[in-house]
């Protein structure tokens, strides 16, 4: 008869993983099986943002607030930068995330390398502002 778990660590990954997470509280991790539980951890310890999802309100109004339309219409209109509206067109989820955070990475050809850092602007500020930009056509 062969072992059910042929080393020690699956079945911690088996029988543990699934017991603590239900002991940290059912909200932060739901009860699944310990493969999807593991899965989740090593993702969300790959890329925290994995997990948040974006809120377009609250996009709209950061934009606002930050004052992003200073320098980029939320048309196809040039200002300083480029125009934003299907911006999603142009780049992927990740693509946005890196404009606004480390915004001289990848510069616009054609445009000033001018950009502010917003860096500091934590992951779900910047996954709320990553689904407002995604609604401009």
């Given amino acids: 008869m062969r072992p059910l778990f042929r080393s020690a660590s699956l079945f911690i990954a088996a029988v543990a993983i699934p017991a603590l997470a239900a002991a940290c509280g059912s909200d932060s991790v739901p009860a699944d099986t310990a493969a999807t539980v593991t899965q989740r951890a090593v993702i969300s310890a790959a890329n925290p943002s994995d997990f948040l999802a974006g809120d377009v309100d609250r996009g709209r109004r950061r934009f606002a607030t930050e004052a992003c ?3 980029h219409s939320t048309g196809s209109n040039r200002v300083v930068g ?3 509206a299907g911006i999603s067109a142009r780049g992927d989820d990740a693509y946005i995330r890196q404009s606004v955070k480390e915004p001289g990475a990848v510069v616009v050809k054609g445009f000033p390398n001018v950009m502010s850092d917003f860096s500091r602007l934590d992951d779900q500020t910047v996954e ?10």
């Fill in 69 to 71: 339309g200073a320098c």
């Fill in 82 to 84: 480029p125009g934003l």
């Fill in 128 to 137: 709320d502002l990553v689904a407002y930009l995604k609604t401009l056509n």
